[in-house]
T-cell receptor
Framework: GAGVSQSPRYKVAKRGQDVALRCDPISGHVSLFWYQQALGQGPEFLTY????????KSGLPSDRFFAERPEGSVSTLKIQRTQQEDSAVYLC????????????FGQGTRLTVV | QKEVEQDPGPLSVPEGAIVSLNCTYS??????FMWYRQYSRKGPELLMY????GNKEDGRFTAQVDKSSKYISLFIRDSQPSDSATYLCATPYSSASKIIFGSGTRLSIRP
C-alpha cells in the first residue's frame, strides 16, 4: 500500500486482557516507530526498530509492553494484562533510515480498556 | 521540563487571518525541526521540516527556527477552515532515532 497501515483501528479490551496491535510500514522503509498518544497530548515515543533490530525500547512504560518486527517489515505491539491507563491511541510510523525527519504515520489504533 | 514545549491552545481565529504557532526546546544539540498536522481521529501528517536556523516557505506555510533563543514557529497565511487541526512541533533526538513531540496546539479557523 501507499501508506502506513495499522489494524485494528479500534480495540476495546477488558482489564487484564492481552492485545496485539499490527503495523504495516511503507514498503522499503527500514525504520519503524511506535508511539502512544493520550487524549490532548502529543505522541510519546515507545520503541524504534531498524529492520528487525529493536534499537531503542526506552519508552516502553512497563514489561507488559512488548514489540517485535521479526522479518524487518510488519511489526506487532503487544500489551499484556491491559490496565485502564493503557487506554490511548497507538501510532506507528516508518521512515527511510537516514530520513527520520520524514517519518510517515499510520492512522493509529485507539485502545480502550474497560 | 519537557524537551519540546508547546502552548496547547486552543487557538481560534477568523478565516483569512495569519496564524502563528510556537514551540520552545531545551537541547541546543537539536538540529532538525518538523511540523506535523493532525486532524481529529487521524495520524500526524508531516507538513514541513527545517534544518538549523532560518526560514522555510511552502505555499501558505512558513517555518522559522531561531537557534539563539531555541524558538520554533509556524506561520499560516490566509488561513482556511480546512487548516483547523492540531499542530505538533517535533525534533529527532538524533539521527535515525526517536522523534520528540510537543503536546500540540489545537487550532480552529472560523468561517
Amino acid at each position: 500500500g501507499a501508506g502506513v497501515s495499522q489494524s485494528p483501528r479500534y480495540k476495546v479490551a477488558k482489564r487484564g486482557q492481552d492485545v496485539a496491535l499490527r503495523c504495516d510500514p511503507i514498503s522499503g522503509h527500514v525504520s519503524l516507530f511506535w508511539y502512544q498518544q493520550a487524549l490532548g497530548q502529543g505522541p510519546e515515543f515507545l520503541t524504534y526498530f531498524q529492520n528487525e533490530a529493536q534499537l531503542d525500547k526506552s519508552g516502553l512504560p512497563s514489561d507488559r509492553f512488548f514489540a517485535e518486527r521479526p522479518e524487518g517489515s510488519v511489526s506487532t505491539l503487544k500489551i499484556q494484562r491491559t490496565q485502564q491507563e493503557d487506554s490511548a491511541v497507538y501510532l506507528c510510523a516508518s521512515s527511510s533510515v537516514d530520513l527520520n525527519t520524514e517519518a510517515f504515520f499510520g492512522q493509529g489504533t485507539r485502545l480502550t480498556v474497560v | 521540563q519537557k524537551e519540546v514545549e508547546q502552548d496547547p491552545g486552543p487557538l481560534s481565529v477568523p478565516e483569512g487571518a495569519i496564524v502563528s504557532l510556537n514551540c520552545t526546546y531545551s537541547n541546543s544539540a537539536f538540529q532538525y525541526f518538523m511540523w506535523y498536522r493532525q486532524y481529529s481521529r487521524k495520524g500526524p501528517e508531516l507538513l514541513m521540516y527545517t534544518y538549523s536556523s532560518g526560514n522555510k516557505e511552502d505555499g501558505r506555510f512558513t517555518a522559522q527556527v531561531d537557534k539563539s533563543s531555541k524558538y520554533i514557529s509556524l506561520f499560516i497565511r490566509d488561513s482556511q477552515p480546512s487548516d483547523s487541526a492540531t499542530y505538533l512541533c517535533a525534533t529527532p533526538y538524533s539521527s535515525a532515532s526517536k522523534i520528540i513531540f510537543g503536546s500540540g496546539t489545537r487550532l480552529s479557523i472560523r468561517p
